[in-house]
């Protein structure tokens, strides 16, 4: 089924970063009345703000398209992935927590930033929970959302963008079967040349050789989060294959017994030694 034509009433799109718009949301691009974008300018590489509003000048939607202008922190792979620690805030940058505070501080500045455009919204389309390949900055904006759409009573949309890098964290949200969602076809060919806009700038952040999926899914929100994952869940994805590789899990504190089995070891390895060196002797 594509999306009912009320879904995309008085809709508003918003995304992290210039580009999110044509990778994620190709299908219903020229349909929003308003794309926010929330980052331009990023503080650790300063050529990159320029050549975005470059390309954002050039873009077919320019017109429809607001820019937040706050700053973005570098938050990409700060995680915890595959298995990220959610807060309010978006995710916590647990494996570089240096970063942490301003990315918190970045969430502030959005949702400053974002309120005055959401007046009179009935439809909000965002970035899903897992920030589709598992981008921190992709999950603080779909909360900050997704928040957002429940305090003006807007309905939320969900893209079906996943990676092997964030699919454990989507599994906690796409529960059961009897959740809708709705497909939507591409037109490769348009977005392609909006991409094109940003290869020319040097603002282009994805992929270089990306071939775009012919279609995507849409999904009702607000999705909730569940540990305990039921046996099922009926939700196709376009999934993206990157290379990431599941980082070992954690060493697991010793028990007693196996304290003791390894200062045995030790103590015998010792005393072999002792006894090959007296014979030598």
């Known amino acids: 089924m594509e999306l009912p034509k009320d879904a995309l009433e008085k809709s508003v799109l918003i995304v992290a970063h210039p580009d999110d718009e044509v990778l994620w949301f190709g299908s219903v691009l020229d349909r929003f009345e308003k794309i926010v974008i929330c980052f331009t300018e990023a503080g650790h590489w300063p050529e990159l703000g320029d ?9 077919a939607c320019r017109d429809r398209i607001v820019e937040l202008d706050v700053c973005q922190v570098k938050s990409h792979n700060k995680s915890k992935w595959p298995h990220p620690t ?37 439809n909000i389309f965002t970035h899903n929970p897992w920030g589709e390949y ?8 779909c909360r900050i959302a997704t928040v957002f759409a429940e305090k003006i009573g807007a309905a939320v949309w969900y893209n079906n963008y996943v990676s092997n890098k964030s699919s454990e964290l989507m599994r906690q ?33 994805w992929m270089d ?10 999904v009702k929100g607000p999705l909730v989060n569940k540990k305990d994952r039921c046996t099922g869940a009926l939700f196709p994805v376009n999934f993206l294959r990157l ?4 980082p070992p899990p954690p060493e697991q504190p010793l028990s007693i017994y196996r304290k003791i089995r390894r200062r045995l070891r030790l103590r015998l390895s010792e005393l072999k030694l002792i006894r090959s060196n007296a014979a030598t002797d």
């Open 51 to 59: 050549a975005r509003r470059r390309s954002l000048a050039e873009h």
């Open 86 to 122: 959610e807060t309010e805030y978006g995710l916590k940058l647990d494996r570089y927590p240096q970063f942490d505070a301003a990315y918190r501080h970045q969430a502030e500045l959005v949702r400053t930033a974002l309120e005055p455009h959401l007046k009179g919204t009935a």
């Open 134 to 141: 598992g981008h921190e900055d992709h999950v603080q904006v």
């Open 173 to 205: 949200y796409v529960q059961g079967f009897g959740r809708p969602y709705y497909s939507m076809p591409v037109d490769i060919e348009k977005i392609r040349k909006i991409a094109d806009t940003y290869f020319r700038n040097n603002a282009w952040t």
């Open 209 to 218: 050789d990306y071939a775009w999926f012919a279609s995507e899914c849409f």
């Open 243 to 246: 290379p990431f590789e599941t």
